[in-house]
């Protein structure tokens, strides 16, 4: 089965810009999750969608950002206006919701620089 | 609060020697562990997991990880490294079936010929 796909991979966008972050999750998986690592941080969680809905979004920093998962399948993630502080990678996963606990696989990632 | 700590920034081992990078958590209950890896350009890939029974886990690419209650720890090791395993490696957990993943600040591995 093809794996998480994120578009673009590589995104650099100027201060104030807005940028659309795109995940698709492996097939038949309920659960998606957005994941940002700044540089020399850590992995920091986002927000966690069932299928539509918004599940757990206590990750989102602000409300600059903006996500959304249309008819529960591909997700994308709206910055807008972009600050230098978003500069990172942001991690989309994916699991189902039955099986297997909670095992996320994860895109590679888009790396988003603002200037 | 609830955190998971990898000490260890960056290492450096020699091809062929054993290697263990450690990982403690802190929370109230046993949580569900994992160690990823990311590879230059890939995204992250799952090496192995602990949820119960037998507290030591085998995992791919020849990896295995010992949870330690006492200790609050969760290590990873390999006997024998390659030096296709230099990559950066995430200790992470969860406390549910379907919950978010808490992530430690991982571990830079450089591998030496």
């Known amino acids: 089965e093809a794996g998480v796909t994120q578009f673009p991979s590589h995104s650099v966008i100027e201060k104030g810009q807005t940028v659309t972050l795109r995940c698709d999750p492996i097939s038949g998986h309920d659960n998606l999750y957005w994941y940002r690592r700044v540089m020399g941080k850590e992995i920091k969680f986002l927000l966690h969608?069932?299928?539509?809905?918004?599940?757990?979004e206590s990750g989102m920093p602000n409300n600059r950002f903006l996500a959304e998962r249309t008819g529960g399948t591909y997700s994308t993630l709206k910055v807008q206006p972009a600050e230098l502080e978003d500069s990172g990678v942001y991690f989309c996963?994916?699991?189902?919701?039955?099986?297997?606990?909670?095992?996320?696989?994860f895109g590679p990632g888009t790396r988003l620089t603002v200037l | 609060a609830q955190s998971v700590t990898q000490p260890d920034i960056h290492i450096t081992v020699s091809e062929g020697a054993s290697l263990e990078l450690r990982c403690n958590y802190s929370y109230g209950a046993t949580p569900y562990l994992f160690w990823y890896v990311q590879s230059p350009g890939q995204g992250l890939q799952l090496l192995l997991k602990y949820f119960s029974g037998d507290t030591l886990v085998q995992g791919i690419k020849g990896f295995e990880a010992e949870f330690k209650r006492s200790q609050s720890s969760f290590n990873l090791r390999k006997p024998s490294v390659h030096w296709s395993d230099a990559a950066e490696y995430f200790c992470a957990y969860t406390t549910g079936t379907a919950s978010k993943l808490t992530f430690g600040t991982g571990t830079r591995l450089q591998v030496t010929l």
């Open positions: 996963a994916s699991s189902r919701t039955s099986g297997s606990h909670n095992e996320q696989f």
């Open positions: 969608f069932v299928k539509e809905s918004k599940q757990d």
